[in-house]
């Protein structure tokens, strides 16, 4: 079993910078990559980005690319989530998870963290 624990959130104005992160515990070794999702009120959970672990290959959401940055400390089982001009509109939970193949469900979910921004 996998288990990823987010931190990291907080109450910031628009414009401002946040990084989140994911420390996974756990046969992280079985992993093949980590994603964050978001949640916003009264929503569905939406893809925000993802990070292969073995060469930190990322992929992006249209919404985010060019303001969010993923990254990853293998030795520290940790993957990053770098918001930049943050938007009103990326208030939401933000949760990371992670699977066992690009096949594969995402299995494993963290508890979430809450970002809001404020105009």
């Known amino acids: 079993q996998v288990q990823p624990v987010e931190s990291g959130g907080g109450l910031v104005q628009a414009g401002d910078s946040l990084r989140l992160s994911c420390a996974a515990s756990?046969?992280?070794?079985?992993?093949?990559?980590m994603a964050w999702f978001r949640q916003a009120p009264g929503k569905e959970r939406d893809f925000v980005g993802r990070?292969?672990?073995?060469?930190?290959?990322?992929y992006y959401a249209d919404s985010v690319k060019g303001r969010f940055t993923i990254s990853r400390d293998n030795a520290k089982n940790t993957v990053y989530l770098e918001m930049n001009s943050l938007k009103p509109e990326d208030t939401a939970v933000y949760y990371c998870?992670?699977?066992?193949?690009?096949?594969?469900?995402?299995?494993?979910w963290g508890q979430g963290t809450q970002v809001t921004v404020s105009s």
């Open positions: 998870a992670g699977r066992r193949g690009i096949f594969y469900s995402w299995q494993f």
């Open positions: 756990g046969r992280t070794v079985s992993m093949y990559d």
């Open positions: 990070i292969i672990w073995s060469d930190g290959s990322t």
